[in-house]
């Protein structure tokens, strides 16, 4: 299956056919379409190939009155199935997923879905952007099997959201040579005010179909574990910006992402403690 995918990458990212048909996946309108089909009730057909296909543990999730393929996609789970870590010192995950630690210094460029980014280009704001310089960049990637919603990571207040539609470019920024094309993924990302970890940046990616992000609050007053938002199917990545000095991540973490290996965690599981309350 990697050999597959590997084959299908190198395909759309690195032959002029390849790249057509990228273009045309990319797109918005193909997008919406596709996000129509998957909130209609024609798409409900899909729920048990799904269920059955990633193994997925139904009776953990309140599944009774599934209407279409995007309600079960953002299952709600059963209250006893996630504990949040209540003590305030420490870090929790804000999703299930699998993840991967980054000390960032200078030009670091992260690998998130089929596309590449700085700091910089992930958020597009410079002075933002710089406010993390010598911090810890979290990516959480989701799977399909993945619960795929997720929850605030302390208590405190959060701006506005800043949406960032995803686009294709045919040529590469300096910085990411690696890629034939670059291709921009549609994001969402806000400043959360902690009480124990700073001004933490969280921004949640959307896939290769423009991805649905759906948050529920613009400004707000915010508690630890409290549900922040949803995925809908094609969108499945939240990384977690943190200033220098505010937050204290076990080097197992960064170790593990250096050799290239994720490390699965869980909504609400302790990740790491707030620098200045150790």
Do not use: W
């Not at 309600?71 to 305030?88: G, P, Q, V, W, Y």
């Not at 990516?139 to 539609?165: A, E, T």
């Not at 995803?166 to 902690?194: C, D, M, Q, W």
């Amino acid at each position: 299956m990697e050999k597959q995918e590997s084959f299908a990458l190198r395909f759309l990212y690195h032959t002029l056919v390849g790249r057509f048909f990228l273009k045309g996946l990319s797109s918005k309108s193909l997008s919406k379409v596709c996000g129509k089909f998957l909130d209609s009730k024609m798409s409900k057909f899909l729920i048990p190939l799904f269920i059955q296909k990633n193994n997925i543990p139904i009776d953990d999730y309140y599944h009774e009155d599934f209407k279409c393929f995007n309600d079960c996609f953002s299952r709600k789970i059963k209250e006893d199935k996630r504990l949040i870590d209540s003590t305030i010192n420490h870090l929790i995950s804000p999703c299930d997923g699998l993840l991967s630690a980054y000390h960032i210094k200078g030009d670091l460029v992260i690998p998130v879905k089929q596309s590449e980014y700085s700091i910089f280009s992930l958020l597009q704001n410079k002075e933002l952007a710089n406010k993390y310089q010598d911090g810890v960049c979290l990516v959480f990637r989701l799977c399909v099997h993945h619960y795929h919603r997720y929850c605030y990571m302390d208590s405190g207040k959060k701006g506005k959201n800043v949406y960032l539609s995803g686009k294709l470019h045919t040529v590469r920024p300096i910085a990411l040579e690696s890629r034939a094309v670059f291709l921009e993924n549609s994001r969402e990302y806000t400043v959360l005010e902690t009480d124990h970890f700073g001004n933490v940046t969280q921004v949640e990616v959307g896939a290769l179909l423009v991805g649905k992000i759906k948050n529920y609050h613009e400004k707000y007053a915010f508690s630890r574990g409290e549900e922040k938002g949803m995925f809908l199917y094609g969108g499945s990545t939240i990384i977690l910006l943190f200033e220098k000095d505010k937050v204290d991540i076990s080097e197992k973490y960064f170790k593990k992402t250096e050799n290239n290996e994720e490390v699965e965690v869980m909504l609400g599981e302790m990740i790491g403690l707030s620098h200045k309350l150790k």
